[in-house]
Structures are given as structure tokens and as C-alpha cells.
């Protein structure tokens, strides 16, 4: 792993940006070591200086968390497939004339999951090596499809809080059943891009013995500042 820049926060964090391989990557850690680790992703082609992404890292370090985000394969600066940018374009076509959507979304975020698994597995073991990091590691994003595939391929994920999940692919559907974590699922009512009884479907399937649905009115990005105290809450419960 290769730091490419690092500076000290107002808040006390430390936040250094990284290069490990193709792999660009952000870094933020509380100041206190050991602390334990959060995977903290994004989806959409959106980049790791995502400003909501940002502040939530930010918040949770503060709260004495290592928080990480790398660009997946096809996000932030990274290259993207021209299928991929295909895929993007038939989907904003095919919201326009409100036509089906769903096999273009499959199209779409099913080989983003394949690409990035990996990718977040390689970061995770550079980053457990790190003294001042420490497990149990915990997942937190609104790529609700990677989450559940890493939560079934990683077993030092210990807890997991996913928000924006109406859209999974069926593949990740299915491997909902096998993760047993402690979850927490946030809920936007209004969602205009998540149908709503899909998300409520998919916390149905997880097979988590402790999931909990918190709902609140409002569209895609109106989840309040109060759930990520709430979810910093959630993971000191599994993680510290």
C-alpha cells in the first residue's frame, strides 16, 4: 500500500489517501490505535470524494473507527467498460419512456459485484496489516449488493448496515439467505430509485437472527443525520 497524500483534520482524524495496485483508496483513523475497522462503500460510478461519503467516514472515525472506501473497478476516476456505459445509457433511456428496468439493472450492477468483491477483499487484507488497525471489521454503504456478497464471502465481517437496497440482483437475492451478521437496514419510504416492497423483501430473506429496519419518510437522499449516530451506536454493540 502506497499513501499518496495525508493531512490531520479540524476533528483530530487522520486522513491519508492510497494506492494499492490499480486500486485508489481514502484512509481515515481516529488517532487512537488499535481501532477497529468499517468498510464504507459507494455504487453508481460514484467517486471515494463523494461529499455525503466524505462526512459519514469522517463522523464514524471521529467516533474512534479506521473507516476505508476505495474506487471499485468503474467508479469515482477509475476507467469504465464500455458495456457498463452502455448499461447506464439504456437505464436512463428506459426511465425516461418508463419502461422495465430490471434487466438492464442486471446487466449493470451484477458484474460490478464481481469486479469489486475482490478488490475489497485484496484492500481488507492491506489494511488488517496496518498497526493501527484492528477486527472485528464492519460494513456500512449503500451498495447494498456488494455488502451481501462480502458478508457471505468475508467471514472477518462481523456486522454490516445497509441503506438503498430496493435494487439487488438476483444472484444477491438469494445469497441474502446465508447472511447470519447482526444488521442494521435503513429504509428511505419515498425512495424514488429503490421500490420500496423490494426492499422490504430483501430484510425479510437475510438470515441474520438480529436485523433491525429503521424507516423514515423521504426520498433517495434524505436519510437524517440521526441514523449514523444510530448506526455508530450499532456498531460499538459488535464491533468494540
Not at 474506487?71 to 422495465?100: F, I, T, Y
Not at 457471505?152 to 435494487?167: C, H, Q, S, T, W
Not at 446465508?178 to 437475510?206: C, H, K, M, S
Amino acid at each position: 500500500m502506497h499513501v499518496t497524500s495525508e493531512q490531520r483534520l479540524d476533528d483530530g482524524v487522520v486522513e491519508r489517501a492510497f494506492l494499492l495496485g490499480e486500486i485508489p483508496g481514502t484512509l481515515w483513523t481516529p488517532g487512537s490505535a488499535p481501532a477497529p475497522l468499517v468498510l464504507m462503500a459507494h455504487n453508481n460510478g460514484l467517486p471515494k470524494a463523494d461529499p455525503r461519503l466524505v462526512a459519514r467516514a469522517r463522523y464514524t472515525a471521529a467516533r474512534g473507527y479506521a473507516v476505508a472506501t476505495i474506487d471499485a473497478a468503474g467508479c469515482g476516476d477509475r476507467p469504465r467498460s464500455a458495456a457498463a456505459e452502455q448499461a447506464r445509457a439504456d437505464l436512463r433511456r428506459a426511465m425516461r419512456a418508463g419502461e422495465p428496468t430490471e434487466e438492464i439493472l442486471e446487466s449493470l450492477v451484477g458484474p460490478l459485484v464481481e469486479n469489486a468483491v475482490p478488490e475489497w477483499r485484496t484492500t481488507l487484507d492491506a489494511l488488517l496489516e496496518l498497526p493501527e488497525i484492528c477486527g472485528p471489521v464492519g460494513y456500512s454503504g449503500g451498495w447494498a449488493a456488494l455488502g451481501i456478497r462480502l458478508a457471505v464471502a468475508e467471514p472477518r465481517i462481523a456486522a454490516a448496515g445497509f441503506f438503498a437496497g430496493g435494487y439487488v440482483p438476483r444472484a444477491q437475492r438469494e445469497e441474502a439467505r446465508q447472511v447470519t451478521i447482526p444488521l442494521l437496514f435503513l429504509l428511505q419510504w419515498d425512495d424514488e430509485g429503490n421500490p420500496r416492497q423490494r426492499t422490504l423483501d430483501l430484510f425479510d430473506a437475510f438470515g441474520s437472527e438480529e436485523k433491525t429496519l429503521h424507516a423514515n419518510p423521504g426520498g433517495h437522499t434524505g436519510t437524517p443525520w440521526f441514523e449514523l449516530e444510530d448506526g455508530c451506536r450499532f456498531l460499538d454493540r459488535h464491533l468494540k
